[in-house]
């Protein structure tokens, strides 16, 4: 199994960027699949979600209603949509997937089997 992410880079404050990420070896509608991020001394953490069944989304608050997740199951891709972009929103940005994950751990990093490489965000002026 392999995750590509790509799209990060160097934006100005209230700029937009769309991050992808480009599962290989597995079908990505079979799994649920998500974004998590690390700033530079901070610990990881959740971002947004999609669900294998059904595609419910899940975002962290510090996000939500500027970032969208969606699913491309033809190319076998999932996507951040990042709005609004903040100078707090730079950090390093992770996809995640996993098959049998449940709901209360959708959060969880620990709780995904498979990660990408991660693609750098960072937002400055």
């Known amino acids: 199994v392999q995750l590509q992410a790509s799209g990060g880079g160097l934006v100005q404050p209230g700029a937009s960027l769309r991050l992808s990420c480009v599962v290989s070896g597995r079908t990505l509608s079979t799994y649920t699949t998500a974004w998590f991020r690390q700033a530079p001394g901070k610990e990881r953490e959740f971002v947004a979600a999609?669900?294998?069944?059904?595609?419910?989304?899940y975002y962290a608050d510090p996000v939500k209603g500027r970032f969208i997740i969606s699913r491309g199951n033809a190319k076998n891709t999932v996507y951040l949509q990042m709005n609004s972009l903040k100078p707090e929103d730079t950090a390093v940005y992770y996809c995640a997937i996993d098959r049998d994950i449940i709901l209360s751990d959708i959060r969880r990093g620990d709780a995904y089997d498979y990660w990408g490489q991660g693609t750098l965000v960072t937002v400055s002026s």
């Open positions: 999609i669900r294998r069944s059904g595609g419910s989304t």
